[in-house]
Structure formats: C-alpha cells, structure tokens
C-alpha cells in the first residue's frame, strides 16, 4: 500500500498527489511514468512522474479528472492508501547537449515537460519553452518550468492569461522570427503533438513527442498501447513513450484513443450514480 503524503487541488479537475513510493524515485529517469490503481478492483491507469524526492521516498504526480478512475483518485485525502504505485515504467527521454531546446508542453503534458526542461536546461542546452492551457484556471507548473527556461511564453486558449492562442502560434512566431532549433520536444494533447510535428517537418527540424496511448498492463503484454511509428508497430510502453514525431501515425493514435470513449462515459455516469446514492442514504 502507498499513502498520500499530500494532496493539493491545482486546476479546474485537477490534482496534485505525493505519495510514499520508495523504490520509484532511486531507478527513475525524466520521461518515465507510473502506474497506479486505487484498489485491488481498479482499473491500471498510466501516470507521468513530475517529480520525485530520493531523500523522501516520494513520487510527485498530476492527475486531470477525465474517467471513472481519476474522479475516483480525486475523492482519495491526505493519508489515505493506494493500492498499487508501479515504476518507473517506460525508457528515459533522451537527455543531450544539442544547442538550442524549444519545450511545448500542452495541458496536464506540463508534468512531463518540468523535469526534461530541467534536465535539458543541467546538461547546457538553451531553453526556449512553450506552455499552453485552455485557461488560466488550468494553469500547472509555471514557476517551476520558467526557472529553467531561458525563454519563457505561456498561452490560454481564451486568453485569460499570457498570450491568446495555442503553443502553435508560439513555435510559429520563433519560425518567423528565423530562430535557431536544434530540437524540438512536444507533450500533450495528440492533435497538438501532431500539429508540432507538422510545423517542425518542413524545416527539418528534429521534433519528439510522448505518446499517451491507452496502456493495461505497461508491460507490452496486452498490447493496447499499441502505435504506428516509421510504418512500424511499437508499444508506447516499452518502446516508449517518447518517438519521433516525424514517424508517428497521429490519425491512427487519434482513432484509437477514442475506441472506449463510450464504455468510459457509461463508467462514469454508473460511478457518479452510485455516489450520488451513497450521499444521499448518508
């Protein structure tokens, strides 16, 4: 069992969790991520290390509530216990000297893109970093990342906060603006990663993104993670989650990521009736 050390709500359906997981933080790499289930009934869902405390023995993660689980993981308090916390699962990003680093993170992707910006930025890269949010409300890991960066733009889809617009018009003011890019990373939403992808192809610019693909067992067991990258299959949890963007199948991932989306929403209504239930015979 694992216990919640602390639980913060940052965002609009949005969680932060750090939780006592010893044996994660001593082997764990910027990239990799966690699997957890709340009890021993529960579904396994994939989950991006932010962070992790060696000398504590703690796992930092974000969790958005989109399903049955995570609105589940949302109800859980400061000293409860979840029953499985399994890691670091997945390779390490990549983490070199190359020049100059632009950083795209969308949404709750910012978890991912603290610690490689922190990473890259140790290791001597120049750091350009781009965050974008539907608002200001969903804004997550700011000061943390802006501490790395040597270039910092953030942007809301509404524009209640930074500049309105999305992490596309950012890369594509420093395309015109004939800025140098040695590398390009991109996480979050698919359809934003494919965007990155397309922008970044034509001027050949070397772009990785993480793949959120529907993951069980996050051993490449079940192969649900399954995606379609240089023509080739590759399971996003071993072979992952990171791959070059150029090669990935985006329209395939997007197609894929939505195939339970109506078992999951009748999941959803099934838990919110039953505690709706529980509340109201309480």
């Known amino acids: 069992m694992f216990r919640i050390l602390k639980k913060e ?3 609009k359906n949005l969680n932060k969790f ?3 997981a010893p044996l994660v933080p001593k082997n764990y790499k910027p990239g990799q991520f966690v699997v957890i289930r709340i009890d021993e009934k529960g579904e396994r869902i994939p989950i991006t290390i932010a962070d992790v405390d060696k ?10 509530e989109v399903g049955k689980t995570t609105f589940k993981l949302g109800t859980l308090k400061e000293g409860d216990y979840i029953s499985d916390v399994v890691g670091p699962l997945g390779k390490p990003a990549e983490i070199v000297k190359v020049g100059t680093v632009v950083m795209i993170g969308g949404g709750v992707g910012a978890a991912i893109i603290y610690p490689e910006t922190k990473a890259f930025k140790e290791e001597g890269n120049y750091v350009i970093s781009i965050m974008g949010f539907r608002s200001k409300e969903y804004v997550i ?4 990342i802006r501490k790395y960066s040597d270039e910092f733009y ?3 889809d509404d524009g209640s906060y930074g500049k309105k617009g999305f992490t596309t018009n950012g890369l594509q003011e420093l395309i015109d603006a004939g800025r140098k890019m040695d590398l390009v990373v991109s996480i979050g939403p698919a359809l934003m990663m494919k965007k990155i992808s397309e922008m970044t192809r034509k001027y050949n610019v070397k772009t990785i993104v993480s793949l959120n693909s529907i993951m069980m067992d996050a051993t490449g067991m079940c192969g649900g993670c399954r995606v379609e990258v240089g023509g080739e299959s590759k399971f996003a949890c071993v072979d992952g989650p ?3 963007g150029h090669k990935v199948n985006f329209d395939l991932l997007i197609k894929r990521l939505s195939i339970y989306k109506k078992e999951e929403e009748k999941a959803l209504r099934l838990y919110e009736n039953c505690v709706s239930e529980e509340k109201r015979e309480y």
Request: charged letters at 30%; glycine letters at 8%; a negative charge.
């Open 9 to 11: 709500v940052v965002g």
């Open 18 to 20: 750090v939780i006592e």
């Open 55 to 64: 000398e504590k023995g703690t796992v930092t993660v974000f969790v958005q």
């Open 141 to 144: 890991l700011e000061d943390e």
């Open 154 to 156: 953030i942007f809301t």
């Open 242 to 244: 990171e791959f070059d």
